[in-house]
């Protein structure tokens, strides 16, 4: 499944009561590590189907950036009903992030 694009307006529905664990990618358009890390992050979203993936636009959702205290992006948060339980900063081998979601 190809990653979805969260939002404040929709961020309690696909995130918090989601049924499937979350992956969230913080970035924006004009970071260069957040576009070498999205292909790793689509690529997930693919072979994962026991996972959602989503992406957050730091510049359009400032606000979820800020609730979560996201200061540098990339940054990778992983919700587990509804509570974060792991996160990591900046770009991230495909490896890692697999073992940071338990796939």
Known sequence: MAAITITESNFEEEVLKSDKPVLLDFWASWCGPCRMLSPVVEEI?????????????????????QQFKVMSIPTLLFFKDGQLVNQSVGVQPKAAIEKMIGA
């Open 45 to 65: 979203a693919e072979s994962n189907t026991s996972i959602k993936v989503g992406k957050v636009n730091v510049d359009e959702e400032g606000g979820l950036a």
